[in-house]
């Protein structure tokens, strides 16, 4: 049992069902905080409670919108700050801006590096995140960060489906050993889709690598946001032989054609965690969300306690 007197739990905006969720995993209450804007559209945040010298977790995704979601956070960390928290931890369980994660042409930011700057800035002593786009982001922050997995999560969902004629496919060579990781926790063989993205949000298939004629398949990837590039896949899968095609994915942003690709798709199931909330409008019987919050509770408990969080990277 933790104690509500030396932990405390708030979250901002961006996904309150996800932090109630862990707060009911841990048995703690969810802290009493008003995060609102003014008429001109400034956020504010009110913390309705002492933090004084206590262990402050704030959940906070930075997915859609980005912005907004992304000041919040870093304003209540600076109200945390200046109430005298004794120690501030950034619970951001999709990081936004991740996969601005490098120069690829001349002039271009690395807004990753930038938000973590930021979160450091703003007075984080801590950041907890979950599939990161590129792992390197991890040396982006000059504070301990601690990098969960979805996939052991995603993977429990497939226990029952999947048999000795499923093959776990990469949709593209970065996501190699993403896909190798979920292979593993279910003991099946993994193909790789070669291709080639000529720009940002289109993709374009080349060629399969490895055994699928037959057999059903499961695509494996971090990240889905307009779904371009993973329904393609799921249809070059059907034209080379596979027989069912599911996906699944940690971070379901799902903006722009996204849900309407996916209702067409020839995927069976889309299986997505809860790292961002999914709004009505992107429901679908194609979708299937499973819950984080089990994961996060038990990072949160172990890092209160100063024991080792090592456990939940296996």
């Known amino acids: 049992m933790l104690s509500t007197e030396e932990i405390k739990i708030f979250s901002g905006n961006a996904h309150k069902d996800l932090a109630l969720s862990i707060c009911k995993e841990l048995n703690i209450h969810c802290g009493c905080c008003e995060v609102g804007k003014f008429s001109d559209g400034e956020i504010f945040v009110n913390i309705a409670e002492t933090v004084r010298g206590c262990d402050v977790f704030v959940i906070q995704p930075t997915s859609t919108p980005v912005n907004d979601n992304l000041m919040e956070v870093l304003i209540f960390i600076d109200a945390l700050k200046?109430?005298?928290?004794?120690?501030?931890?950034?619970?951001?369980?999709?990081?936004?801006?991740?996969?601005?994660?490098?120069?690829?042409?001349?002039?271009?930011?690395?807004?990753?590096?930038?938000?973590?700057?930021?979160l450091t800035k703003a007075g984080a002593d801590r950041v907890i995140s979950m599939d990161l786009h590129a792992g390197q982001i991890q040396g982006y922050f000059d504070i301990p960060l601690d990098h969960l997995s979805g996939i052991p999560i995603l993977a429990e969902y497939f226990k029952h489906i999947v048999d000795k004629n499923t093959v776990v496919v990469s949709p593209d060579i970065g996501g190699v050993v993403r896909s190798r990781n979920f292979a593993s926790l279910l003991d099946l063989p993994i193909a790789i889709i070669e291709k080639r993205r000529p720009k940002a949000n289109v993709s374009e298939v080349m060629n399969v690598i490895g055994e699928i004629e037959g057999k059903n398949v499961i695509l494996v990837d971090d990240i889905v946001d307009t779904a371009g590039t993973i329904t393609k896949a799921a249809s070059v899968l059907k034209e080379f032989g596979a027989k069912k095609v599911y996906a699944c994915a940690t971070h379901a942003v799902l903006s722009g054609p996204a849900v309407e690709r996916i209702k067409d798709s020839v995927i069976e199931k889309f299986v997505v965690t809860d790292t961002i909330p999914l709004t009505p409008e992107k429901k679908m019987d194609k979708i299937e969300v499973v819950s984080v919050a089990p994961i996060f509770a038990e990072a949160i408990r172990r890092i209160h306690l100063n024991e080792s969080v090592s456990i939940l990277f296996d």
């Open 82 to 118: 200046r109430a005298s928290a004794g120690r501030i931890n950034a619970v951001i369980p999709y990081y936004g801006y991740a996969r601005q994660d490098r120069k690829t042409k001349a002039r271009e930011p690395i807004t990753a590096k930038l938000v973590a700057n930021l």
